[in-house]
């Protein structure tokens, strides 16, 4: 292949990995502003959304039928994690907020590996329509890349609708920005929080099946949500198409470092630039989320 | 002299008979149990009194590891390569102090990840000092390593100083300074309280805890590899502080004290039931995440719980 449809084809499977870095970031920044929380069982609410996703799949329901699945399973998950993280650690002690929500994804984990037929195994997630590539010109493209650059675009474009137009969503942006004056209008924090809660929850398990032709499905592949917490920060947590940016950015970085750098340089780059731009921009994001 | 120092001393005094006159399996455990206190004392200040939340203290740990490490290695004794890690691991919380010194809450908290990451990262990439993925050994011929029962003493020693150091820092200027930043930064600029100094100090000492306590810690594994100081052992690590109490020093000691009473709790269990033992790994850090919900549902703020200031009658606000 010649190097520029190889740089292409880098470029393309960045943006479909960027996408679902996205997606992911955009559930952490919408649970940690809406709830003060850093939501570390993210990930394990993405695998269990992941699991669902082969499960229905693998029942004959084809993908569609896997997200059916996996859509309630996800944020129900997400919500229980959100109801105990409350519960146990109290509202706005992010310190404690940090231990229960590890606390959960480690439980998360066991509850997906003792699962009969989940386990500690690798699955692959079998889809004519998600799996293979199409040929554009020399440049092979994985479907599953497009499907994410796709679904991503609509949910984004969803959820901006959704907060201009909606009741529910119009609350929750107000909850976001001030949540005592959005209470003094009638705005229940309780229900916010958990809004965004499940929400981030569902937005986890499109992840989960967009990743599942990607990558193998199994009980470790939460830590593929590091790089949704780094996606959320790069840009600060405020907006939601920061998180799209930073994934797309982290992505496409991340691949093509692997392609064209000595191994492990990848992992060091995104990290050290994650550290950075947070610095550089300390002053700002600090005051905006203090 | 009021408050937790005499029960401190006390308990570590206790711990150092029991590990001296114990010996063997007692006295590794009630090692690796001061090791894990003293790196947790920095954590505790850290967190207890700035009010600043990191995942990046196993960073660290690791810059003590490798720094005692490779001072002996390079002939050096073994309190020297000590006191070596104890210097690096506060240079390097200086400067990570320096760095991150207008980041607070989640985007700190974030930004030390992001460290723990690049610190492995970079342990496992500079093969040619860090020995990479083989990591190094603290043990062998021409290596001035201790003894264990030297070192169980030294590790003892070392975290009731800390313990006497942390405990008159948090209750004098730089404590005051911390918690005034922390609690009512508007009180604290309108003071003209600048953040750098005290922050920095902070961190620099949560950076020479660190140091120390991951040098003792190589020292009692005899061994560093990057694997050992990963996000997730600064993830542990910070899990530990909150289940023992970040309010106050004591709580370094409680945590160390959770997880390795925890941790050998259910080694004991496997030994007795083998239906256990077959099991994977996933059962022990379930049995310990629920420990960790459960201490932190009947003990609010940790297993040694912050000091009221005053008594409410009522249920918290």
Not at chain 1, 16 to 22: K, M
Not at chain 1, 236 to 256: D, F, M, Q, S
Not at chain 2, 235 to 240: D, E, G, Y
Request: proline residues 5%.
């Amino acid at each position: 292949m010649d190097p520029a449809a190889e740089l292409a084809q880098h470029l393309i499977a960045g943006s479909g990995a960027g996408c679902i870095y996205g997606l992911l970031g955009l559930g952490f920044g919408l649970i940690y502003r809406a709830s003060r929380v850093i939501n570390f069982a993210h990930g394990e609410v993405m695998a269990l959304g992941a699991f669902c996703a082969l499960a229905g799949t693998e029942a004959g329901f084809g993908p569609v039928g896997g997200l059916a699945l996996a859509l309630p399973a996800a944020a129900l998950a997400s919500l229980a994690v959100g109801r105990l993280t409350a519960k146990v650690a109290g509202d706005g002690a992010p310190l404690a907020g940090i231990a229960v929500t590890a606390a959960c994804a480690v439980l998360l984990r066991f509850a997906i590996e003792t699962m009969p037929g989940w386990g500690t195994e690798t699955h692959a997630l079998e889809s004519d329509f998600l799996a293979g590539t199409l040929a554009w010109g020399a440049v092979p493209i994985a479907r599953a890349d497009l499907a994410a650059l796709a679904v991503t675009a609509l949910i984004l474009a969803g959820l901006a609708l959704a907060g201009r137009v909606t009741r529910l969503g119009l609350a929750l942006r107000a909850h976001i920005d001030d949540p005592r004056a959005a209470a003094l209008t009638g705005v229940d924090p309780a229900r916010m929080r958990d809004l965004a809660w499940l929400l981030a929850g569902a937005l986890a398990a499109v992840a989960g099946l967009l990743v599942a032709p990607l990558a193998f499905v199994h009980s470790g592949m939460g830590i593929l949500a590091i790089n949704g917490f780094a996606a959320a920060a790069l840009f600060g947590l405020a907006r939601p198409v920061g998180a799209l940016a930073g994934g797309l950015l982290i992505g496409i970085g991340e691949t093509l470092l692997a392609a064209y750098m000595p191994g492990g340089t990848a992992e060091l780059a995104v990290y050290a630039t994650l550290l950075g731009a947070l610095a550089l921009r300390g002053a700002q994001s600090a005051r905006r989320l203090a | 002299m009021r408050g937790p120092g005499p029960a401190a001393a006390a308990l570590a005094a206790l711990a150092l008979a029991a590990g001296l006159a114990g010996g063997g399996y007692l006295q590794g455990q009630l090692l690796l149990v001061g090791a894990y206190a003293t790196a947790l004392l920095g954590l505790q200040f850290l967190v207890g009194t700035a009010g600043l939340a990191s995942l990046g203290q196993a960073a660290f740990l690791a810059v003590g590891a490798y720094a005692a490490a490779i001072a002996l290695q390079a002939g050096l004794a073994w309190p020297l390569a000590l006191a070596l890690a104890g210097v690096a691991g506060g240079a390097a919380g200086l400067a990570v102090g320096v760095l991150l010194r207008r980041l607070d809450g989640g985007p700190f908290a974030l930004a030390t990840l992001a460290l723990a990451f690049v610190a492995q990262q970079i342990a496992a990439m500079a093969a040619t000092v860090t020995g990479g993925h083989d990591g190094l050994w603290l043990t062998g011929p021409g290596v001035d390593a201790p003894s264990r029962a030297t070192l169980f003493a030294a590790a003892w020693v070392l975290f009731l100083l800390l313990f006497l150091a942390v405990r008159n820092l948090q209750a004098g200027r730089l404590g005051r300074a911390l918690r005034a930043l922390h609690q009512e930064p508007l009180a604290a600029a309108s003071l003209g309280l600048d953040p750098m100094p005290p922050r920095g100090l902070a961190m620099a000492l949560a950076g020479f805890a660190g140091g120390v306590g991951g040098a003792l810690y190589a020292f009692a594994l005899g061994f560093v590899s990057p694997e050992m100081f990963g996000p997730g052992a600064s993830i542990a690590l910070l899990v530990m502080i909150v289940v023992g109490g970040a309010a106050r020093p004591l709580g370094a000691l409680w945590g160390a004290v959770f997880f390795i009473l925890l941790r050998e709790g259910i080694a004991l269990a496997k030994s007795v039931d083998p239906r256990l033992a077959a099991d994977a790994a996933g059962l022990e850090a379930a049995a310990m995440a629920l420990a960790v919900i459960a201490v932190l549902w009947l003990f609010p703020g940790g297993l040694a719980r912050p000091r009221r200031t005053f008594r409410s009658k009522g249920p918290p606000q």
